[in-house]
């Protein structure tokens, strides 16, 4: 059997608000994203992950969806969709959308109609409401915390409540209501029959509850990425397994094997590897290297667990250095100059490894998060906190095109975009990035270009050999990529340079610099 595309894929997260303006509103749309295609193409990717564009309120900026079958005109129509299809296919682009089974907006048909309708109805039966606690029902019927803040419940007029673990404009489906799995298999069919090349999957490890939904032991704590023991009520049930197995059967019978990926936040690799059995998932996001510091123990010790907790259900690795959910890599490896250096030597050593890499727009021009003022601040973490965790539009403001001020070629218009940009980002955007040969955006085309001619040749394995201290020396095959990550220079390992993120000199290996290399026989 031959090997599926997504095996070693690498694919590019667009969020959609923030990639390309077409119409002059200050929003990104899908006809932004279609005008770049080949943009996409010079980079090197085979595939995009559009964020969702489905009818939306955008409490959470389209992840809180009012009808997964059909397209919010802030974004564009059906027939932008199906045209940015054609266009990419042409292209020889893959292009995987993002499904949000596990809450709808609260504008869905569905929740306006169990609102209208009683207590143990059918109408509410699709969604997770209960009674409260305490004498009068006053008290959430148990303590589990939404994402965002706050509790997971609130309270309807006819007292009782509704779980949300998001915003409670994100009211949480049951799953265990055969009418909800059989909608979202329509939702499937409908996108596959439009030619999608796959799913990303929404919160996958989220989908079923405790059945009896039990008080969870502790509270959230924001700080601790994943989900885990603390919370382990409200995710990671043995019943989600069988719903990807349904959606399995969906797929399979569809040409061109396609994809999908869940995003599964928990802190156990081995748990996070039981939705990619054989007739469960094809791909689950690791963010292992995101929550790894620039430190050589601890990115090892990343893929080695990765590579391990993969290995035994024979599933492919995959790899994530940032999405629109966290920090820029830049940022977190400390920002500024430093901050880009790392993140350039990072991405050569996520790009050298076996399995499947997503890359998040702008990361390739080595965007730092943007310092959002208080008032300008649009995601629902900042308000539902109450103004003490400052959210994730950081690290979503629009992408600079070109020019020397705001907003840099992303509307045509010059129209004011969605979140501020910063008054000194003319130097990295692609226009002024293509004309370097030194820049990330040249770096990154360079890589995508050789892992098609190079690395995809080598075998999955790898190995470490050895290295000096606060060094990385990683083998497939062939191929050898050197980090150092020390403060001094380090020697580089025998072999020909085939790129490196920071030029060598002498045979050294520059501090903070990563280096691919076809190793001497
Ligand atoms: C994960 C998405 O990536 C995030 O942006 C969203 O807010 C939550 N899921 C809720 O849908």
């Given at each position: 059997?031959?090997?599926?595309?997504?095996?070693?894929?690498?694919?590019?997260?667009?969020?959609?608000?923030?990639?390309?303006?077409?119409?002059?509103?200050?929003?990104?749309?899908?006809?932004?994203?279609?005008?770049?295609?080949?943009?996409?193409?010079?980079?090197?990717?085979?595939?995009?992950?559009?964020?969702?564009?489905?009818?939306?309120?955008?409490?959470?900026?389209?992840?809180?969806?009012?009808?997964?079958?059909?397209?919010?005109?802030?974004?564009?129509?059906?027939?932008?969709?199906?045209?940015?299809?054609?266009?990419?296919?042409?292209?020889?682009?893959?292009?995987?959308?993002?499904?949000?089974?596990?809450?709808?907006?609260?504008?869905?048909?569905?929740?306006?109609?169990?609102?209208?309708?009683?207590?143990?109805?059918?109408?509410?039966?699709?969604?997770?409401?209960?009674?409260?606690?305490?004498?009068?029902?006053?008290?959430?019927?148990?303590?589990?915390?939404?994402?965002?803040?706050?509790?997971?419940?609130?309270?309807?007029?006819?007292?009782?409540?509704?779980?949300?673990?998001?915003?409670?404009?994100?009211?949480?489906?049951?799953?265990?209501?055969?009418?909800?799995?059989?909608?979202?298999?329509?939702?499937?069919?409908?996108?596959?029959?439009?030619?999608?090349?796959?799913?990303?999957?929404?919160?996958?490890?989220?989908?079923?509850?405790?059945?009896?939904?039990?008080?969870?032991?502790?509270?959230?704590?924001?700080?601790r990425m994943g989900?885990?023991?603390?919370?382990?009520?409200?995710?990671?049930?043995?019943?989600?397994?069988?719903?990807?197995?349904?959606?399995?059967?969906?797929?399979?019978?569809?040409?061109?094997?396609?994809?999908?990926?869940?995003?599964?936040w928990?802190r156990?690799?081995?748990?996070?590897?039981?939705?990619?059995?054989?007739?469960?998932?094809?791909?689950?996001?690791n963010f292992r290297l995101l929550l790894a510091g620039?430190?050589?123990?601890q990115l090892?010790?990343a893929?080695?667990?990765?590579?391990?907790?993969?290995?035994?259900?024979?599933?492919?690795?995959?790899?994530v250095l940032?999405?629109?959910?966290v920090?820029?890599?830049?940022?977190r490896?400390?920002?500024?100059?430093?901050?880009?250096?790392?993140?350039?030597?990072?991405?050569?050593?996520?790009?050298?490894?076996?399995?499947?890499?997503?890359?998040?727009?702008?990361?390739?021009?080595?965007?730092?998060?943007?310092?959002?003022?208080?008032?300008?601040?649009?995601?629902?973490?900042?308000?539902?906190?109450?103004?003490?965790?400052?959210?994730?539009?950081?690290?979503?403001?629009?992408?600079?095109?070109?020019?020397?001020?705001?907003?840099?070629?992303?509307?045509?218009?010059?129209?004011?975009?969605?979140?501020?940009?910063?008054?000194?980002?003319?130097?990295?955007?692609?226009?002024?990035?293509?004309?370097?040969?030194?820049?990330?955006?040249?770096?990154?085309?360079?890589?995508?270009?050789?892992?098609?001619?190079?690395?995809?040749?080598?075998?999955?394995?790898?190995?470490?050999?050895?290295?000096?201290?606060?060094?990385?020396?990683?083998?497939?095959?062939?191929?050898?990529?050197?980090?150092?990550?020390?403060?001094?220079?380090?020697?580089?390992?025998?072999?020909?340079?085939?790129?490196?993120?920071?030029?060598?000199?002498?045979?050294?290996?520059?501090?903070?610099?990563?280096?691919?290399?076809?190793?001497?026989?």
């Amino acid at each position: 059997m031959s090997r599926p595309w997504w095996r070693d894929a690498v694919c590019y997260e667009i969020y959609v608000r923030s990639f390309a303006d077409s119409t002059g509103d200050g929003v990104g749309d899908l006809a932004g994203v279609r005008g770049r295609l080949p943009y996409l193409r010079d980079l090197g990717v085979d595939a995009i992950w559009l964020t969702p564009f489905y009818r939306s309120p955008m409490a959470d900026h389209g992840y809180d969806v009012a009808d997964p079958r059909d397209v919010d005109p802030l974004f564009g129509d059906l027939g932008d969709i199906g045209a940015l299809l054609a266009d990419a296919h042409a292209l020889g682009v893959r292009v995987i959308v993002d499904v949000v089974p596990n809450h709808s907006s609260d504008q869905h048909p569905w929740f306006r109609s169990a609102l209208a309708a009683p207590p143990q109805s059918p109408e509410r039966d699709r969604y997770i409401f209960r009674d409260g606690r305490g004498p009068s029902g006053a008290e959430p019927p148990n303590n589990w915390d939404s994402v965002f803040g706050g509790p997971a419940w609130t309270r309807v007029r006819d007292g009782q409540w509704y779980l949300h673990m998001f915003t409670p404009e994100q009211p949480d489906l049951n799953w265990r209501n055969p009418e909800v799995r059989a909608d979202y298999e329509h939702t499937l069919r409908f996108w596959l029959d439009r030619g999608v090349d796959g799913f990303r999957i929404d919160v996958a490890h989220g989908l079923v509850k405790h059945p009896q939904l039990e008080d969870n032991p502790g509270g959230f704590d924001p700080e601790r990425m994943g989900h885990g023991e603390h919370d382990r009520n409200s995710w990671d049930q043995p019943e989600v397994h069988d719903i990807y197995r349904d959606w399995r059967r969906v797929l399979a019978s569809y040409p061109g094997d396609p994809v999908t990926v869940g995003e599964i936040w928990l802190r156990d690799d081995e748990a996070t590897a039981r939705y990619v059995r054989e007739d469960e998932l094809d791909l689950a996001f690791n963010f292992r290297l995101l929550l790894a510091g620039w430190d050589a123990g601890q990115l090892r010790r990343a893929i080695d667990e990765s590579v391990a907790a993969m290995a035994e259900v024979g599933a492919p690795t995959t790899w994530v250095l940032s999405n629109h959910d966290v920090a820029r890599q830049v940022t977190r490896y400390g920002g500024g100059e430093v901050g880009v250096r790392r993140a350039r030597a990072a991405v050569l050593l996520m790009l050298a490894l076996p399995g499947a890499a997503f890359l998040y727009a702008g990361e390739e021009l080595g965007l730092a998060d943007v310092d959002v003022p208080p008032e300008a601040r649009r995601d629902p973490i900042w308000a539902r906190s109450g103004h003490t965790r400052v959210g994730r539009d950081g690290a979503r403001v629009p992408l600079p095109w070109s020019g020397d001020a705001p907003p840099y070629g992303f509307s045509p218009n010059g129209a004011r975009p969605w979140l501020p940009m910063p008054a000194d980002w003319a130097p990295v955007t692609v226009a002024a990035q293509e004309r370097d040969p030194g820049s990330t955006l040249t770096l990154y085309r360079r890589a995508l270009a050789l892992r098609r001619s190079q690395l995809r040749l080598q075998p999955p394995e790898l190995g470490w050999l050895p290295a000096a201290a606060d060094c990385l020396v990683l083998q497939r095959g062939d191929l050898l990529c050197a980090v150092n990550l020390g403060r001094a220079p380090a020697p580089l390992p025998p072999g020909r340079v085939l790129l490196a993120s920071e030029p060598p000199s002498d045979d050294q290996l520059p501090t903070d610099t990563a280096a691919w290399l076809l190793a001497s026989r």
